[in-house]
């Protein structure tokens, strides 16, 4: 592949709330939302890694609160990082936060380059989806000496929102058909648990001053 063998996984999901926000939403909440952004952003960028390597469980994982709000005696995370260690030596890491403006990028990285999606979680309105693939080269004569870029970016069209093919609208035209037919997809239950499995053994890491902990 373009990317070669998978090492590196890496992933922002943020969007900065402000002091209404912190004062008022549920998000930040102890008695409705005790995980503050991990448990609203988070669930995007763990997800991300989970999807990309086939929902492959991480061996252990670690994360920390960086800053936080105390709400209803719970320390209640505005920005958390994390970082997931995979069997196969694939490494992982992820930051959430109420405190830094819009962001929403992935990016994978392996032996033969690197995958860059600038809005993984809300596409960038407009009339196609996108993503970046670098390959560079470092190429020396002598003593003049190159980086070269070697980008390619990959767009399909598809609409950012609000059309008949968008993202929210196949979401629910998804949920739609399986209420009414009746019998439930049973990939959709397996990944939203391991997700959870991965997103609180991150919070329990970070209770545990960032200590390992094993899934």
Known sequence: ????????IASQFSFYGGEEFEAGNIRVKGDLEPLGCL????WYTIRFTLWVLGY???????GRILSSVRDSGVDIPLEFSGELIFAD???????????TE??????????????????????????EAAFIVSNPK???????????DHSRRIAVPESSNNA??????????????LCLGGKPDPHWPEISLKTQQV?????????????????
């Not at 492959?56 to 670690?62: A, K, L």
């Not at 380059?113 to 407009?126: A, M, Q, T």
């Not at 470092?138 to 070269?148: E, S």
């Open 39 to 42: 448990g609203d952003l988070g």
């Open 164 to 177: 008949p093919d968008s993202q929210e609208t196949n979401m629910i035209r998804r949920f739609a058909e």
């Open 89 to 99: 030596g694939v490494s992982a890491s992820f930051y959430n936060s109420f405190q």
């Open 102 to 127: 819009h962001q929403e990028w992935a990016h994978v990285s392996g032996t033969k380059g690197s995958l860059y999606v600038p809005d993984f979680v809300l596409p960038h309105c407009g009339n």
């Open 199 to 215: 997103m609180d053994a991150c919070l329990a890491s970070a209770h545990q001053g960032g200590a390992t902990v094993k899934l």
């Open 56 to 62: 492959q469980m991480p061996t252990h994982v670690s």
């Open 138 to 148: 470092f190429v020396t004569d002598g003593c003049r000496f190159d980086m070269q």
């Open 1 to 8: 592949t373009s990317v070669g063998q998978l090492r590196r």
